[in-house]
């Protein structure tokens, strides 16, 4: 019997990489209103990142220390991309939105809590600054002001209402 991937968290990764960026090409140019912001650089960027999904798999499919090297790049370029085709496409209401959760799951396939955590923080701050220079509104649901998580009641005061924020 064949031994086994030493390293099979590296392929789901790489796998689940190319098969979003393929599909987020073929959604993009399948739906004429989307991108609502720079069409050609969009079908561009998802185009390169198609090809580097590629590379990245065909690199790391059967090597586990190229994985290893290539694992904080690739989960910053997956971030990346991330951000612009949320500015590019309808904000956190696009359903590119969804590609959010292959990051964190990325992240705590790779690292742990702490990591998916850091990098759940640095997507959401990085959004909410933006948000107001290109136009995006973030708001909170009315909910009680009482929160049993710290961080939870910390973002939530420091975004608007919804009410009043689509005034």
Not at 48 to 53: C, E, G, I, K
């Amino acid at each position: 019997m064949a031994a086994g991937p030493l390293q099979p968290s590296g392929r789901v990764i790489a796998g689940g990489r190319l098969l979003l960026a393929s599909l987020f090409l073929i959604a993009v140019w399948a739906d004429s209103s989307q991108p609502t912001h720079w069409n050609a650089g969009v079908y561009a960027l998802l185009a390169a990142y198609v090809a580097w999904s590629l590379a990245v798999t065909l690199l790391v499919w059967n090597d586990w220390w190229q994985d290893a090297r290539l694992a904080a790049p690739a989960h910053v370029i997956d971030v990346a991309v991330f951000m612009t085709m949320l500015y590019a496409t309808q904000g956190y209401t696009s359903p590119y939105f969804t590609f959010f959760i292959f990051i964190l799951l990325a992240a705590a396939i790779r690292w742990g809590w702490r990591e998916t955590a850091v990098t759940a923080g640095a997507i959401i701050a990085t959004a909410v600054r933006t948000s107001s220079a290109v136009g995006m509104t973030f708001c909170r649901l009315s909910r009680s002001s009482t929160s049993r998580m710290p961080l939870e009641s910390l973002i939530s005061t420091s975004l608007p209402p919804c009410s009043e924020a689509f005034r």
